[in-house]
């Protein structure tokens, strides 16, 4: 039998939780409110009015220990960080190894890199960075932080001896080198290579508008086959860089058949 290729959340984590339904941060893309409209569990606008799942806490670290994602719906903010730190404590006293998503506030990472500082090793933060570019990340994430406030977690996360890594998927222009520059001195761990999934669909769920579909598709246009290759001929000897499904799918590289295997 064919072993099934391994995509999205289980390239990187065993397991995902999370504590809240939606988030402020309204990405255009973003998966997890496509997924919650399309199942009819939220409209697009409730999605972006975050609700915490009071319930899911005590159920935070149950379960024997592996590597768990979180968040993997919604993002860390002020309005959150205390039933997230909960969260937290709980996967980590367990013995899991935790792998900490976001789009970052500073305040917020600030706020967990002070509070786990025995746990280092079991924890890898993993920032999003999409574009250099504020206009760009202001189309696509309208509310969430600026790129200097997410090199700036970055950076604070690296200097307090945390493993840190970045996620630049979906990417939002075409200036990826610039993202790698930027953020390489501050990785300990890795790059993450990734393209825009699902965009049509998932633009449509979420309720945008013509211009971004119009935006989307211009964007994966210029992203094409001969794009990508050149992208990884000028990286594939960097150890730290990864790549996505999106981008192994187009190159024909092997992909993960277990979960978590490329954490």
Not at 83 to 103: E, I, Q, T, Y
Not at 230 to 259: A, C, E, V
Request: charged letters at 25%; one cysteine or more.
């Amino acid at each position: 039998m064919r072993k099934q290729n391994i995509t999205g959340t289980r390239e990187w984590a065993c397991k995902t939780f999370n504590i809240c339904l939606g988030c402020p941060h309204g990405c255009l893309y973003c998966w997890a409110c496509s997924n919650a409209v399309r199942f009819g569990r939220i409209s697009p606008e409730g999605w972006r009015k975050q609700r915490i799942l009071c319930d899911n806490l005590p159920r935070a670290g149950k379960g024997k220990p592996t590597k768990i994602m979180f968040p993997s719906t919604h993002d860390i903010n002020l309005e959150n960080l205390g039933f997230c730190l909960g969260a937290l404590d709980k996967m980590l006293n367990r013995g899991h190894f935790v792998l900490v998503v976001s789009k970052p506030n500073v305040d917020c990472i600030h706020a967990i890199c002070k509070r786990y500082t025995k746990f280092k090793e079991k924890m890898l933060f993993r920032f999003t960075i999409g574009s250099l570019d504020n206009n760009i990340l202001k189309f696509w994430e309208p509310n969430a932080p600026s790129v200097e406030e997410r090199l700036l977690s970055l950076e604070l996360a690296h200097n307090m001896g945390y493993k840190t890594s970045i996620s630049c998927e979906p990417m939002l222009d075409c200036d990826v080198g610039k993202v790698i520059s930027a953020t390489l001195p501050f990785v300990s761990d890795s790059i993450w290579i990734g393209q825009m999934n699902q965009a049509k669909q998932r633009l449509k769920l979420n309720g945008a508008g013509q211009e971004a579909l119009q935006k989307a598709d211009e964007l994966l246009k210029a992203q094409n086959l001969d794009f990508i290759k050149d992208l990884y001929d000028q990286y594939k000897d960097n150890s730290k860089i990864k790549w996505k499904d999106s981008i192994k799918k187009m190159l024909d590289l092997d992909r993960p058949t277990k979960p978590g295997m490329d954490v």
